[in-house]
Each structure stands twice: as C-alpha cells, then as structure tokens.
C-alpha cells in the first residue's frame, strides 16, 4: 500500500522558515518524480513545485521560486520543501503527491497534508 | 502560464441524476489532463489522468473527455459519496495548474 506522510509543519512567524519532510512507502520512490502541492484554507489547489526521480531536474511555481527548495533523499525515501522567507500568503495545508509517470504529470497518490500557518 | 476555468461553480444535482462538469484551458494542453474529487478534510484523489484514463479503481460511472482547451468530467449516476469538489489539472506546460474548482452539492 503507497503511504505519503508529511510532518513539519507549524506556526511560523513572517520572515521564517520551515521544512517539510514526507516519508513514503508501498512504493519504489527513487523511480518516482514527486511533488508539492498546497492548499490555502478554503481556497483551491496551487502547485508548488516538482523534483525528478533522481532529483537532478527541479521545477517550481513563481510564488516560491527563490525561496522554497524541494529535494529527496533516495536512500531514506523521503522528500523534503525547505520554505524560507514565509508570508502571510504561504499559509495552507501542504501535500506530498506521487507523480504518475515523471516529472509533470498527474498525481496518483497524495499524502494528508501538513498546516502551514504564518502569522504574528 | 495556462489558465484553468471551471463551470459551473456549484452545481446542484440530486441523488441517481448525471452531471456534468467543464474544464477550459487558456491554450491547448493536449490531452495531459486530470481530474481529482475532494471531500472535506481530506486528501485530493485522482480519478481521471490522459483526459478520458480512469484511474486504479475509480468507477465507471465517472468518464472524462476532451482534448485541446475542452473538457468534461460526466458521472453517470450521482452517489452520496460523489458529492465533493472536484478539480481540473494540466500537465501540459509549467507550471501546472489547476481549475479552480466545482462543487457538486445534493439538491
């Protein structure tokens, strides 16, 4: 059975940082390109960025470009968003989303999401 | 960047009845298209992938169509546990992006 499982996540004050991690299973992960997506509350879904399966191609959105990098671990099957200079505007739940085939492509299994909550 | 617009943005459908949702995209994407449901406090679930590719154990009663900037996600006969919001992905171009939703609500 795949298994996504986001920890990390928390309050953080604006200007901060936070990392994600997501630990997976039930899968062979160095053969999968994997994926942020968010969720602001209430609102739709924003993609954030993508990693391939061997973590040498990366992509991310214009919102975290700069200040978000996505990275994996391959031996520990675990993904990693390193989110620094937080706003206001980066709250949201946090998925981890197996992509199908590779990079840029849909995603077939997604975590539970971690809360991201940037406030004073 | 390849906008995603949805319609409608509720739509009101009783139990056993059909419906169905739109997705248009800004510029062609091909047929790199996906659909996902979500209920409240969960996680998206991919049900649709290529346009019209049901995904691992999706029911039939759920079909997509479409290629280019047009498409369309039909379920066949509404269940309670179909009412939920459903949401439209390119993956055609970066970024990707996603619709901005159609919540299918019991009337």
């Known amino acids: 059975e795949v298994q996504l499982v986001e920890s990390g996540g928390g309050l953080v004050l604006p200007g901060g940082s936070l990392r994600l991690s997501c630990a997976a299973s039930?899968?062979?992960?160095?053969?999968?390109?994997m994926n942020w997506v968010r969720q602001a509350p209430g609102k739709g879904l924003e993609w954030v960025s993508t990693i391939s399966a061997s973590g040498g191609r990366t992509y991310y959105a214009d919102s975290v470009k700069g200040r978000f990098v996505i990275s994996r671990d391959n031996s520990k099957n675990t993904l990693h968003l390193q989110m620094n200079s937080l706003s206001a505007e980066d709250t949201a739940v946090y998925y981890c989303a197996k992509g199908l085939f590779g990079s840029g492509s849909a995603n077939d299994y997604w975590g539970q999401g971690t809360l991201v909550a940037v406030s004073s | 960047e390849i906008e995603m617009t949805q319609s409608p943005a509720t739509l009101s459908v009783s139990p056993g009845e059909g419906a169905t949702l739109s997705c248009r995209a800004s510029q062609s994407v091909s047929s790199n298209l996906a659909w996902y449901q979500q209920k409240p406090g969960q996680a998206p679930r991919l049900l649709i992938y290529g346009a019209s590719t049901r995904a691992t154990g999706i029911p039939a009663r759920f079909s997509g169509s479409g290629s280019g900037t047009e498409f369309a996600l039909t379920i066949s006969s509404l269940q309670s546990e179909d009412f939920a919001v459903y949401f439209c992905?390119?993956?055609?171009?970066?970024?990707?992006?996603f619709g901005g939703g159609t919540k299918v609500e019991i009337k």
């Open positions: 992905q390119q993956y055609n171009n970066w970024p990707l992006t």
């Open positions: 039930g899968f062979t992960f160095s053969n999968s390109a």
